[in-house]
């Protein structure tokens, strides 16, 4: 009997936070630095990149005990992006998920440091799995520091900071939004294609996928920063704004927004399509974010 998509995503989920506590129990280092990689990680993340990194491997052919490195990785480096994100030098938010941001609970330097080990330490869990070749290390490699790296999330970071205050268009917006929030999910769905052996058509396709798959969960994120509930949100609902910050309701209109995100998820269905994905959990998790109210 398949499971429901709640259940799909719980058991996931729990499987990955295992795995994630596993990786990290292993590292001899100062306690503080420790605790506060541990206090990130464990900070009430959905997960949503891994398991739609493993959603995208069983669409092929499931190889899960391949995915569990790069699910790894590709979330300590959110985690680390997060931990940056949130310090006095860049959003300045005292919140994260409910929860007192790292700097708030150590000290802005070991929220720096914290970061830049989990970001570091996130290959060093690629290349020491048995369970991948050579050729697949250097592939996944090169894939998430592309994507994790000054032409992925860390350009889309400076091209959002650039943009505060100031008007964009939407081709603009889009643009930062493809980087900084898409690069990652990009890697999520062609990482699992990639190990499931997914066909050089298909990736061409679930690449259009994921870059509208980018945009959907940022236009949601902006929607929710002004109509969400800030207990489920997890930080004051109108940062953005207090922040001068570029957004789909701030160039179209809470209605606009809604609308340019309806776009996106035809769109996205329609590569899912040609991918040959149409009948995978990938569609269910792209209705998933549509939705998502956290």
């Known amino acids: 009997m398949k499971r429901n998509l709640t259940e799909y995503i719980d058991d996931y989920k729990s499987m990955i936070d295992q795995q994630i506590e596993k990786h990290l129990n292993k590292l001899q280092i100062p306690e503080q630095l420790k605790e506060s990689m541990f206090y990130s990680v464990q900070a009430g993340g959905k997960r949503i990149r891994p398991i739609l990194l493993i959603a995208s491997n069983q669409a092929y052919d499931h190889y899960l005990e391949k995915t569990f490195s790069s699910a790894v990785a590709l979330e300590m480096i959110h985690t680390y992006s997060l931990i940056h994100d949130d310090l006095p030098a860049m959003d300045n938010d005292d919140y994260r998920r409910g929860k007192l941001t790292n700097h708030k609970v150590f000290s802005e330097a070991t929220a720096i440091l914290a ?165 995978s959990r990938l569609v269910e998790l792209t209705d998933y974010l549509t939705r998502r109210d956290h």
Request: avoid cysteine; aromatic fraction near 6%; charged fraction near 30%.
């Open 115 to 279: 970061g830049d080990a989990l970001l570091t330490y996130s290959f060093e869990v690629i290349v020491d799995d048995p369970n991948l070749s050579s050729n697949e290390k250097i592939k996944l490699i090169k894939m998430l520091s592309k994507k994790s790296g000054p032409k992925g999330m860390v350009a889309g970071q400076v091209l959002d900071m650039e943009a505060e205050n100031k008007s964009t268009t939407l081709e603009e917006l889009e643009n930062i939004h493809k980087l900084k929030t898409g690069q990652l999910l990009q890697f999520s769905i062609m990482a699992g294609a990639f190990l499931g052996n997914a066909s050089k058509h298909e990736l061409i396709h679930l690449k259009q996928f994921s870059e509208y798959l980018g945009l959907i969960f940022q236009v949601q994120d902006d929607i929710l920063d002004i109509i969400g509930d800030e207990s489920k949100v997890g930080k004051p609902i109108g940062s953005d704004a207090d922040q001068q910050k570029s957004t789909y309701p701030k160039l179209l209109g809470l209605d606009g927004a809604r609308e340019k995100k309806n776009e996106y998820v035809k769109k996205a269905k329609e590569a899912l399509f040609k991918a040959n994905a149409g009948e």
